[in-house]
């Protein structure tokens, strides 16, 4: 007997701000949150150029918890909001009965970055707590320990897929009634100076705006933050009477399996699709707003617009991608995109991208949105929302208004 | 309507050799790996016992060309799955690609490789890196290269919860055959953290042995790294009947838990819980299981606690059970070694023998079970666990029985 799976919490840190509310209200507005921070992020880099990233505001030393890298932080801040609106805490069984699954790409670049900066330029030993501050599952013992948690706890590191497949399994976990609750999203730091350095290096950063779909796109804009996203059994959330966001009725993962390593495979992405969607038991033609993996780069937005143009099949469904507003988060985009989603749907409108010139050869129902004003709205119940990761790893996930 | 999964490969790459005969080879001669070892790498240098992987030649499994995107962390999957799906008799093509999942568990992904960066920008303050950088240290890099492999399209994903995320990924693998998402899983783990900044963090944090690795014994003082992979082939019971595939095993349950108290002191209560939540959906009793593949690290704290945690899952019958830490024989392997161990689980079903825990110099007032010390010891094994917990308080167990009972 599978269970229906609602919303119930939602918890964002993003360049758009501390909270849902500073998250959403960006996303309404269509207010950017990239920045030209790259110098005082990568001190050490001097060919930055025009690159941009998404930076949560606020200081960036770690106050109150020594033991947490920036990744653990942000998605500890995106849990204790989610928690606190679910209503769960509370709750007799919550402590025993749910399920914690995050995402996270790389864990605590900080903390990694740091122990080089002793050993190599200061020659002395890395900091003791260096281990626990990088590991991948910080984030969720972090959050374990600071509710009580002690059901199945445990982190997904799949790249920019991380937190949607952790969505994912948490998803089925409540569905098929082995938790009642699930915490689960990801998060993510801006990534230390060799990686950067390697982004740079792969030439897919964005030279100015990031802009998903536009002619003029050059690339992806990096940057960090959480989104935590409470589950709760649909029958349970009404029998309390608790806010209900919406229903999280479809998901899907699969691998491209033999394609190129870089190169999204629109086959796959177009069968992940697919997938979710049968297995929300809905047809393309309920769909009303796909929210795109769509990271700006001139390859991954063609295949992806492949992909979505094959699955609607002449059906006109709006598609956009937020990562224009909050940048790529990699570990914990899948989140956020969630998170945009859910607060789109479940208040009737399309989170829109800053006005540009659409590349017309994709073919797709693009939202464009002059920022400060109000967003198109959304009228259909049902939304995609894709993630995709190198090596060919991909998640589809389908949202209901309730 | 839950569904019956049966374990019907294995694969191992480790410190004791290639291979799941090297493995127990090494397990039941009870021949440690571990050896002191020295790195060097940007003019700092550190000597540390360890289990390093010793010849294993990348072109023997991978052509010049494919090596430079592959860390050895995902070499070691790649090889361990080749393995395990030979032994199950599938060969490329014979999986339905949508009906497969890969699930692996690795803690640090490329470190090598990311060893290798540092040294440039902050050593040599060279300010270019490889653009490879990234896809090759993520730690889905390892199920990217085994699905590109045997060409599998269905659910790919890469747990990384530190020490237990082979035993995690396991769990998830056996969790979707149960419930009827896939019919097939290659999963496991695999980790390459002999590696300099490895090293040092560990030590920095106090946990790494300077002598060897003796869990459970007195006088034991620390961890020992090692390094490798363990993968399994998952299968539905009537699928792997019906193509008449030897089945290792019956996985009939796998519990997961948090401590939820510290980020490096574990409880006995998570453990335990982990355990009783395993034997729950295995619907065992505590005094059905014979055997113990323990976490067993060898630091003080670990084995003092699993210790506890052992006796509080299984009563009186803790003095029955025979748990020994094959960790003193191929080191730890972190996000691999749940994997490894799991193998070495399976072996002594197959085989009847609880592989030793070997350096063992004698019990101690915390830990005073049998630890099948220094020899293996041969005993009627029907059921046995195989625990693992990681740093955060996150832990996994997982139940097999060697026979598929009616």
């Known amino acids: 007997m599978k269970r229906r799976v609602a919303v119930v919490g939602l918890g964002v840190v993003s360049a758009l701000g501390h909270g849902r509310p500073a998250f959403e209200s960006g996303l309404r507005l269509c207010r950017a949150g990239l920045s030209g921070g790259v110098f005082t992020v990568y001190p050490r880099l001097t060919n930055s150029g025009e690159t941009k990233l998404g930076v949560v505001p606020g200081p960036r030393e770690r106050s109150g918890s020594p033991g947490l890298d920036s990744f653990a932080r942000f998605a500890l801040e995106a849990a204790r909001e989610a928690i606190a609106e679910a209503g769960v805490a509370s709750l007799p069984h919550f402590q025993e009965r749910a399920a914690v699954i995050l995402g996270t790409a790389s864990g605590g670049e900080d903390a990694r970055e740091e122990a080089w900066e002793r050993v190599s330029a200061r020659q002395s ?66 990534p230390g100076h060799t990686q950067f350095c390697a982004w740079q290096q792969m030439r897919v950063l964005a030279d100015g705006p990031c802009r998903p779909f536009a002619e003029e796109r050059s690339g992806i804009t990096l940057a960090e933050g959480a989104a935590v996203l409470v589950l709760e059994s649909l029958l349970e959330a009404q029998a309390r009477g608790t806010h209900i966001y919406a229903e999280l009725t479809g998901f899907s993962m699969g691998s491209d399996g033999g394609a190129d390593w870089l190169n999204a495979d629109p086959d796959g992405m177009l069968r992940c699709m697919k997938d979710a969607l049968e297995d929300a038991a809905t047809g393309a033609d309920e769909l009303s707003y796909i929210n795109a993996h769509a990271t700006g780069t001139l390859r991954g937005d063609a295949a992806e617009a492949e992909a979505i143009r094959r699955l609607l099949d002449g059906a006109r469904v709006m598609v956009s991608s937020t990562k224009a507003l909050h940048g790529h988060t990699l570990g914990a985009t899948g989140a956020l995109e969630a998170a945009a989603t859910i607060l789109g749907l479940e208040g009737g409108w399309v989170p829109g991208m800053p006005t540009a010139a659409p590349d017309r050869s994709l073919g797709l129902d693009l939202v464009w949105q002059q920022p400060g004003t109000a967003p198109a709205s959304l009228r259909g119940p049902v939304a995609l929302s894709n993630s995709f990761g190198f090596g060919g790893l991909n998640a589809a996930l389908v949202f209901r208004r309730i | 309507m839950t569904r019956r999964v049966v374990v019907t490969g294995i694969g191992c790459v480790s410190s004791l050799g290639v291979g799941t005969s090297a493995l127990w080879e090494g397990l039941v001669r009870a021949r440690t790996a571990i050896t002191p070892t020295r790195l060097v790498q940007a003019g700092l240098e550190v000597t540390l016992p360890a289990a390093p992987v010793t010849g294993f030649v990348p072109l023997d499994h991978f052509t010049a060309d494919e090596l430079p995107m592959r860390d050895a962390f995902a070499q070691y999957a790649v090889v361990a799955a080749r393995e395990a799906m030979r032994d199950a008799g599938l060969g490329r093509g014979e999986t339905i690609p949508g009906d497969t999942a890969v699930v692996l568990g690795s803690g640090g992904g490329g470190e090598h490789t990311r060893e290798e960066a540092a040294v440039r920008l902050f050593g040599e303050r060279k300010l270019r890196c490889s653009p490879m950088l990234v896809p090759k240290t993520n730690n889905q890099a390892a199920v990217g290269f085994v699905s590109m492999e045997f060409q599998v399209t269905g659910p790919s994903f890469v747990i990384s919860t530190g020490c237990a995320a082979a035993t995690h990924a396991i769990a998830q693998a056996f969790h979707m055959i149960r419930h009827g998402v896939v019919r097939r899983a290659i999963t496991g783990g695999s980790e390459a953290p002999v590696a300099l900044s490895v090293f040092q963090a560990f030590d920095a944090a106090r946990v790494l042995s300077h002598t060897t690795c003796r869990p459970f014994s007195r006088e034991r003082d620390g961890m020992v790294i090692g390094e490798g992979g363990g993968i399994l082939v998952l299968e539905e019971l009537e699928s792997a009947r019906k193509r ?129 010390p220094n020899d293996p010891k041969p005993r009627r094994i029907d059921v046995a666990l195989k625990q693992s917990f990681a740093f955060g308080g996150l832990n996994a167990v997982l139940v097999l029985r060697r026979d598929v009972v009616q």
């Open chain 2, 244 to 372: 008449g595939a030897f089945i290792y095993a019956e996985v009939l349950g796998a519990g997961m838990s948090a401590d939820a108290s510290s980020s490096v002191y574990p409880r006995e209560q998570g453990p335990a819980q982990a355990i009783a939540m395993a034997l729950r959906e295995a619907r065992l009793n505590a005094d059905q299981i014979d055997y113990i593949n323990a976490h067993g690290t060898g630091t003080q704290v670990n084995d003092r606690v699993e210790t506890m945690a052992i006796k509080l899952a299984f009563g009186e019958h803790a003095r029955e059970l025979t748990v020994s830490s094959t960790k003193s024989l191929h080191g730890h392997t972190f996000g691999g070694a749940g994997g490894i161990e799991t193998v070495a689980t399976l072996l002594a079903l197959k085989h009847g023998v609880a592989p030793p825990t070997v350096n063992y110099l004698g019990p101690d007032a915390d830990c005073d079970l049998d630890y099948a």
């Open chain 1, 125 to 190: 030993k890395p900091h003791p707590l260096t281990v626990v501050r990088v590991m991948a599952n910080a984030a969720v013992g972090a959050v374990c320990m600071a509710f009580g948690l002690r059901g199945p706890a445990y982190t997904i590191s799949t790249a920019c897929a991380s937190s949607s497949h952790a969505i994912g399994q948490a998803y089925q976990m409540v569905r098929s009634g082995a938790v009642d609750y699930a915490v689960t999203g990801g998060s993510e730091g801006l």
